[in-house]
C-alpha cells in the first residue's frame, strides 16, 4: 500500500531551522539514512532540485554545543543516490541522546515529552534511530520507548546499513521546558495526554480511577500518603527526621525516597502511583510527578533565591498535567546560605543582584551550596492547601 502519512513538498526544502528551541528536518518520499556517517539523505521527486545540505543538533535544545550533529543533504538530481541495503513501509525519526541527559527532569524535558510530541501521532508504527547512544537511557526507559515504537531501536552511529523509508523525521519537536502546547501540536495533545501516556505504559490504574486517598474511603483509618523526596547532596533537608514527624502530625503517612539514577522506574513508578502527593526541594526528584494520578498533588518546596524559576520548572507542568501545585518560598532563616554568608551579603540581601549576574552564578549559589532547615510552623498553610487539594 503507498504511503500516506505526509506527501513530498513541492520544493526541496526539508529542514526548518526558524525554531528558537529546536531545529527539524522531515523528508516525505525517499529518505535513506546512513548511521555510520550520520546522514540522512532525501532523493527528490522532481527533476529540477537544487542539492541542499544541512546540519542539525538532532535533540530538542539546539543551543547546546555537545548535541551531537546529523547531517541532511537533498540530492540535486545528478548526484546518485547511495543504493538501500534494507527498506522499510514505515517512518523513522532520528534523534541524539546525550547533551543534558541523565537529570531526570532533562530527561522528560529534552527528550521524553519531545519525543512523544513527534512520535506518538504513529501510533508505534515507527523506527527510531539514535545517535550518540546512551544504553542506560534506553534501559531506564524503554517501558516508555516501547510505547512509542514497536521496532528494534537502531544505534544509529554504529549501523552500517542504508535504510530506505518513506518518511524520516531529524530531531525532536519542542514547545517549552517540561511543556507541550495543544495549539502547537497538530494532534493538540497536552501534558495530560503525556502523564496518561506515561501511566498506561507503566500499567498504573486507568485515568478515572481516583487518588488512593480517595478511592479506598471504606477504609476509615485510611491516611492521605506523601512521598518524600529527600535529595542526596543539593538543597538537602538537613531537618528531614523533624520534617517527617510534622507531615505524620498533620495526618500524612510518609514515604521517604532518595530516588538514584539506577532506581527501577518500573517498581519507582508504583511507588508514586500509591501516593496522593510528592514533596521535595526544587530540583529533578520532582518531575516523578508524571506518575501521580489525576488530582494528585505536587508539595514544591523553592530554595531562597530561586523563586523566580519555580514555576516553569515544575509549577506549569504539573498544572497542565492536571495536578495540584502547592509552593512554599523558604525564608533565609530556612537556609543554609544564611549561616555561611549572614544577613548584610548580596546573597541574602539582594538575590536579584546575584541573577543579573547569569545563570552560573544562581547555580552554584543557590542550586549547589544551599540546604534546607524547614521550619514546619511557617510551612504549615501551605500543606494545609496541599490537604485541601487531597480532601
Same mark, same amino acid.
Given at each position: 500500500?503507498?504511503?500516506?502519512?505526509?506527501?513530498?513538498?513541492?520544493?526541496?526544502?526539508?529542514?526548518?531551522?526558524?525554531?528558537?528551541?529546536?531545529?527539524?528536518?522531515?523528508?516525505?518520499? !525517499?529518505?535513506?539514512?546512513?548511521?555510520?556517517?550520520?546522514? &540522512?539523505?532525501?532523493?527528490?521527486?522532481?527533476?529540477?532540485?537544487?542539492?541542499?545540505?544541512?546540519?542539525?543538533?538532532?535533540?530538542?535544545?539546539?543551543?547546546?554545543?555537545?548535541?551531537?550533529?546529523?547531517?541532511?543533504?537533498?540530492?540535486?538530481?545528478?548526484? %546518485?543516490?547511495?543504493?538501500?541495503?534494507?527498506?522499510?513501509?514505515?517512518?523513522?525519526?532520528?534523534?541524539?541522546?546525550?547533551?543534558?541527559?541523565?537529570?531526570?527532569?532533562?530527561?522528560?524535558?529534552?527528550?521524553?515529552?519531545?519525543?512523544?510530541?513527534?512520535?506518538?501521532?504513529?501510533?508505534?508504527?515507527?523506527?527510531?534511530?539514535?545517535?550518540?547512544?546512551?544504553?542506560?537511557?534506553?534501559?531506564?526507559?524503554?517501558?516508555?520507548?516501547?510505547?512509542?515504537?514497536?521496532?528494534?531501536?537502531?544505534?544509529?552511529?554504529?549501523?552500517?546499513?542504508?535504510?530506505?523509508?518513506?518518511?524520516?523525521?531529524?530531531?525532536?519537536?519542542?514547545?517549552?521546558?517540561?511543556?507541550?502546547?495543544?495549539?502547537?501540536?497538530?494532534?493538540?495533545?497536552?501534558?495530560?495526554?503525556?502523564?496518561?501516556?506515561?501511566?498506561?505504559?507503566?500499567?498504573?490504574?486507568?485515568?478515572?480511577?481516583?487518588?488512593?486517598?480517595?478511592?479506598?474511603?471504606?477504609?476509615?483509618?485510611?491516611?492521605?500518603?506523601?512521598?518524600?523526596?529527600?535529595?542526596?547532596?543539593?538543597?538537602?533537608?538537613?531537618?528531614?527526621?523533624?520534617?517527617?514527624?510534622?507531615?505524620?502530625?498533620?495526618?500524612?503517612?510518609?514515604?521517604?525516597?532518595?530516588?538514584?539514577?539506577?532506581?527501577?522506574?518500573?517498581?519507582?513508578?508504583?511507588?508514586?502511583?500509591?501516593?496522593?502527593?510528592?514533596?521535595?526541594?526544587?530540583?529533578?526528584?520532582?518531575?516523578?510527578?508524571?506518575?501521580?494520578?489525576?488530582?494528585?498533588?505536587?508539595?514544591?518546596?523553592?530554595?531562597?533565591?530561586?523563586?523566580?524559576?519555580?514555576?516553569?520548572?515544575?509549577?506549569? %507542568?504539573?498544572?497542565?498535567?492536571?495536578?495540584?501545585?502547592?509552593?512554599?518560598?523558604?525564608?533565609?532563616?530556612?537556609?543554609?546560605?544564611?549561616?555561611?554568608?549572614?544577613?548584610?551579603?548580596?546573597?541574602?540581601? !539582594? %538575590?536579584?543582584?546575584?541573577?543579573?549576574?547569569?545563570?552560573?552564578?544562581?547555580?552554584?549559589?543557590?542550586?549547589?551550596?544551599?540546604?534546607?532547615?524547614?521550619?514546619?510552623?511557617?510551612?504549615?498553610? &501551605?500543606?494545609?492547601?496541599?490537604?485541601?487539594?487531597?480532601?
Amino acid at each position: 500500500a503507498p504511503y500516506t502519512k505526509c506527501t513530498p513538498p513541492p520544493n526541496s526544502t526539508v529542514c526548518d531551522l526558524s525554531n528558537s528551541r529546536f531545529d527539524i528536518c522531515e523528508l516525505c518520499g !525517499d529518505a535513506r539514512t546512513i548511521g555510520q556517517s550520520s546522514t &540522512v539523505m532525501y532523493v527528490p521527486h522532481t527533476e529540477t532540485s537544487d542539492g541542499e545540505e544541512w546540519s542539525i543538533r538532532a535533540q530538542s535544545r539546539k543551543n547546546i554545543p555537545w548535541v551531537k550533529k546529523v547531517t541532511v543533504k537533498s540530492l540535486n538530481t545528478s548526484q %546518485p543516490a547511495p543504493k538501500c541495503t534494507s527498506k522499510h513501509a514505515m517512518p523513522a525519526i532520528v534523534f541524539a541522546l546525550g547533551g543534558l541527559t541523565a537529570n531526570v527532569w532533562h530527561d522528560f524535558s529534552d527528550v521524553l515529552v519531545p519525543l512523544f510530541l513527534t512520535a506518538r501521532q504513529f501510533d508505534r508504527d515507527v523506527q527510531l534511530l539514535i545517535t550518540n547512544n546512551q544504553p542506560w537511557f534506553s534501559k531506564k526507559y524503554m517501558t516508555i520507548l516501547s510505547k512509542l515504537t514497536r521496532y528494534d531501536i537502531i544505534d544509529f552511529d554504529s549501523d552500517d546499513q542504508v535504510r530506505c523509508y518513506p518518511h524520516v523525521i531529524v530531531g525532536l519537536r519542542s514547545h517549552g521546558d517540561l511543556g507541550i502546547y495543544p495549539n502547537l501540536s497538530p494532534q493538540n495533545y497536552t501534558m495530560m495526554d503525556f502523564r496518561l501516556f506515561v501511566r498506561e505504559a507503566y500499567g498504573l490504574p486507568a485515568a478515572k480511577v481516583a487518588i488512593p486517598y480517595k478511592a479506598d474511603r471504606d477504609d476509615p483509618d485510611k491516611k492521605p500518603r506523601i512521598m518524600l523526596i529527600d535529595r542526596g547532596k543539593t538543597r538537602r533537608f538537613i531537618n528531614a527526621p523533624y520534617i517527617v514527624q510534622g507531615l505524620e502530625w498533620f495526618g500524612f503517612e510518609v514515604v521517604k525516597v532518595d530516588p538514584k539514577m539506577d532506581t527501577s522506574l518500573d517498581e519507582f513508578a508504583r511507588l508514586v502511583d500509591s501516593c496522593d502527593a510528592i514533596m521535595g526541594a526544587h530540583g529533578a526528584g520532582l518531575t516523578n510527578m508524571v506518575f501521580l494520578r489525576s488530582g494528585g498533588v505536587v508539595v514544591h518546596i523553592v530554595p531562597y533565591g530561586i523563586e523566580f524559576m519555580a514555576d516553569g520548572f515544575y509549577g506549569k %507542568p504539573a498544572r497542565d498535567m492536571g495536578l495540584g501545585h502547592v509552593k512554599y518560598g523558604i525564608s533565609p532563616e530556612e537556609s543554609t546560605l544564611l549561616e555561611k554568608y549572614g544577613w548584610n551579603h548580596t546573597v541574602i540581601k !539582594d %538575590p536579584e543582584t546575584i541573577r543579573s549576574s547569569g545563570w552560573d552564578k544562581v547555580g552554584e549559589v543557590y542550586m549547589t551550596k544551599q540546604d534546607i532547615v524547614l521550619n514546619m510552623t511557617r510551612f504549615g498553610p &501551605v500543606l494545609l492547601k496541599a490537604i485541601d487539594f487531597i480532601m
